[in-house]
């Protein structure tokens, strides 16, 4: 995909979303993100922050507003109908992986891998496969492609799930707290895989509770609390000297938790 | 009185023959009703009202009422309202696979909701297309769920199959207690006709373990 340096790689317009009558996660998000960002979001529990990439997966249905990739707009919820529109050619760009893995349990961990590209995209499995096999082979699980997700650790089985996104070459990544299930020993391990994709420019927006790795991968930092977006900026700006008293007040919490 | 076991052997071509029809009638049905069963438990999860509606009618009867009244009515009743003489063989045949269509839609329909929405979160953020999620993703994981709840269904309907002397078709039990009538020895031959069931069915209650230790504990499924 080909874009000027300035245009927007994402572009979100007033969106709201709620889950019945009287609860409003979404009220009225506003965020563009540029080619190349990491955008870390961050905020209390019930914020709207997995909702928010739950949505730009297509996952949910939205209330109004709408969501462009690359200039093109693919969600959307404009008509009288106020049905959520999604066009997944567009969607088809995007990756995601979720904090309880998703792995296909009656699948081998290769067979995890192929199953999209194969099916989707009508890849040849030799091709699909060798692909896949290479990539376990960079996140250091080799060994591992013809064991079951049932026999694998908490972190080699985020890691697959990753590695399962990546097989579709998406432009961008959604990781949603891929790190809050795992045992405090393992975080790393799948920090480091992420760490690595945003060595190579990955454009990605990631749902997390680690302050450390947010400081340490984001380009950039939104502090999302009851509906909208409060807070938005670098990460020494928002972590380190945040302007809103919510996003201040919200840091000392955790921070003062955390050490 | 003195046990004679010996006697058995006079009737053992009769006894094998038996045998071999409940357990033909127990894989005709077996094939039948688990077919039957998972389109039952497909239409239990159905969007439709009137799906779920006239399949829960079908599972809740023939599960609430005896097998044995379901084979009776079948037999004796069905050709009556049709107009038709149904041979023992095919009211058996229908009682049964009736029976097993309603306990493994149950079966399938636990399995189908056990399959958390978290894997269809995964199905569309990888971009499957409907029938793929279908084909790869749900059914391998429901059946494999339901294989051993599956496994029980078929023992109990190898169990229930002798229901089918009761019309008058030739199987186990019908020649075993024919053989105990003929030769005034219910205790010979009933207790060996019971070991015979017994001998079949108790592999197959031991496979159930071994296929929830092996396989679903391997998968985590």
Redesign the interface.
């Known amino acids: 995909m080909t874009m000027s340096f300035s245009a927007p790689l994402v572009k979100i317009q007033s969106l709201y979303k709620s889950y019945g009558p009287h609860i409003q996660v979404l009220k009225g998000l506003d965020i563009e993100m540029k080619p190349g960002e990491r955008v870390v979001v961050i905020g209390p529990s019930g914020g709207g922050k997995s909702t928010l990439l ?1 949505v730009m ?3 949910e249905k939205i209330d109004s507003g709408s969501i462009s990739f690359g200039g093109k707009p693919y969600i959307s919820s404009e008509g009288a109908d106020r049905k959520t529109e999604i066009d ?1 050619e567009v ?2 760009s995007i ?2 992986v ?1 904090q ?1 893995y ?5 699948l081998s961990v290769i067979q995890n891998l192929i ?2 590209p194969c ?2 995209r009508g890849e040849a499995k030799a091709s699909a496969t060798k692909r896949a096999q290479a990539l376990l082979e960079r996140f250091g699980l080799g060994a591992k492609a013809n064991a ?4 694998l650790s908490g972190g080699q089985k985020q890691r697959v799930a990753i590695a ?2 990546l097989m ?1 070459d998406p432009k961008l990544m959604l990781f949603d707290e891929v790190t809050s299930a795992l045992d405090p020993e393992l975080v790393a391990e799948v920090e480091q895989v992420i760490l690595q994709l945003a060595a190579q420019d990955m454009p990605m927006m990631i749902v997390t509770h680690d302050m450390w790795f947010a400081k340490n991968i984001a380009s950039r930092v939104i502090f999302c609390a009851g509906g909208v977006v409060v807070e938005d900026g670098p990460p020494e700006q928002v972590l380190g000297a945040p302007k809103e008293e919510r996003t201040r007040e919200f840091i000392d919490r955790v921070f003062h938790i955390r050490h | 009185m003195a046990l004679d076991f010996s006697i058995i052997l006079r009737f053992q071509d009769a006894l094998l023959l038996g045998l071999w029809t409940t357990v033909k009638l127990t894989l005709v049905c077996i094939v039948l009703g688990c077919s039957l069963g998972f389109f039952i438990g497909l239409a239990r999860t159905s969007r439709s009202a009137i799906l779920r509606a006239a399949s829960s009618v079908y599972v809740e009867f023939f599960r609430g009422t005896p097998v044995l009244v379901q084979l009776f009515w079948i037999f004796f009743c069905l050709p009556l309202i049709l107009g038709v003489e149904l041979s023992n063989l095919t009211s058996g045949v229908i009682a049964l696979t009736l029976y097993m269509g309603a306990i493994t839609s149950e079966t399938f329909r636990a399995s189908l909701k056990s399959i958390g929405p ?2 269809l ?2 199905c ?6 409907r029938r ?1 999620q279908v084909t ?2 749900i059914l ?2 429901a059946v ?1 769920r339901a294989v051993p709840t599956l496994l029980s269904n078929c023992v109990s309907l190898f169990k229930e199959s002798a229901l089918v002397s009761a019309v008058g078709m030739a199987d186990l039990m019908f020649v075993g207690q024919n053989i105990s009538n003929n030769t005034a020895r219910p205790i010979e031959v009933l207790t060996v006709v019971a070991l015979i069931y017994f001998v079949i069915a108790f592999p197959l209650t031991r496979a159930v373990t071994l296929v929830e230790r092996r396989v679903l ?5």
Do not use: C
């Not at chain 1, 998703?102 to 009656?106: A, D, G, I």
């Not at chain 1, 079951?148 to 026999?151: D, L, M, N």
């Not at chain 2, 504990?217 to 499924?221: E, P, V």
């Open positions: 739950r997966m297509g996952l997944s969607r088809r990756g995601m979720f309880h998703t792995l296909f349990p009656h199953l999209a099916k989707v079951y997700p049932a026999q399962r996104a579709l | 978290e894997q979160d995964a569309v953020a990888l971009g499957l297309p793929v790869n993703v391998p994981q494999l504990a391997k998968l985590a499924i």
